[in-house]
Each structure stands twice: as C-alpha cells, then as structure tokens.
C-alpha cells in the first residue's frame, strides 16, 4: 500500500489557508472628503461686452455662482454658466440669470466632472467699463 504521508501537510496548509482568508475581518472601502473650491473672478466689465473664467471640476456635484459686486451695487448684469466654447466666442452659456449683486448664489447647479465657465455680461443697463466681483463654488 502507498503512503500518503506527504499529502496530510498539503491538506491541512490549504485548509488552514482558507480558513484564515475568510477570518470575518471586514474592510470598508475608502472615501475621500473634498472640500469645496472656491475661485473668484475680479475683472472690468465693458459696455455690451462679456467676460469669462473656465474652471474644472474633478468630481461631479453642486456648482455655485455668486455676482458678489458689480459697479456701485445697484446695476444689474448677466451672470452665466455654460462650457467653454470652441468657435472662439468665450463661453456657451447653458444657464443664465439677470441680477443685482448680493451674498447668496444667483445659480445653483449640478455638474458632471469636466470643464466649464462662469460668465458676466451687459444685460443692457451699462454706461461705462464696470468693475465686478464673481465667486464660483465647485467640487
């Protein structure tokens, strides 16, 4: 008859093996906490003109876009956001409001991760080159 003496450690390596792999021991998976990015843009507006900033987001999540100043408080001006345009034109504009400046964002939006911009502009009511304040908030 043969002897299996050599076989019995084999045996017992691979059950002791896979009893140690399934130990109950979980691990969750990890997350990474971002915290907001918060540009602003200071520029000079001119008369029936537009200014632009691109901005990218990493991650997908809430966009947020706030004229904090423009001129002496009291005109108004477009506020937009959109993606940057490639026939030269400085953004394409998928959402925009009309607006005074204030404390709270004029436009709230989700995004995918990718690149976009926040754009003023001359609703119309300019007399001279305005100076403005705009705070984009992103992922």
């Avoid at 045996?11 to 990474?32: I, K, R, Y």
């Avoid at 809430?62 to 108004?76: D, P, Q, R, Y």
């Avoid at 345009?85 to 607006?99: D, H, K, N, Q, Y």
Wanted: aromatic residues 8%.
């Amino acid at each position: 008859m043969a002897s299996y003496s050599w076989f019995a450690p084999i045996v017992f390596l691979a059950a002791v093996s896979s009893a140690c792999s399934g130990s109950g021991m979980t691990t969750s998976p990890s997350t990474t906490s971002t915290s907001p990015v918060t540009v602003t843009f200071a520029s000079e507006l001119a008369v029936r003109g537009s200014a632009s900033r691109a901005f990218t987001l990493t991650t997908g999540g809430t966009v947020k876009v706030t004229l904090t100043t423009f001129g002496n408080g009291s005109i108004a001006a477009g506020v937009g956001i959109g993606v940057p345009a490639s026939s030269g034109a400085p953004c394409s504009l998928a959402e925009s409001v009309i607006t005074t400046p204030g404390d709270l964002p004029q436009i709230v939006t989700s995004a995918d991760a990718g690149t976009y911009c926040a754009q003023v502009f001359d609703a119309g009511s300019l007399a001279e080159d305005t100076p403005f304040s705009l705070v984009i908030e992103h992922p």
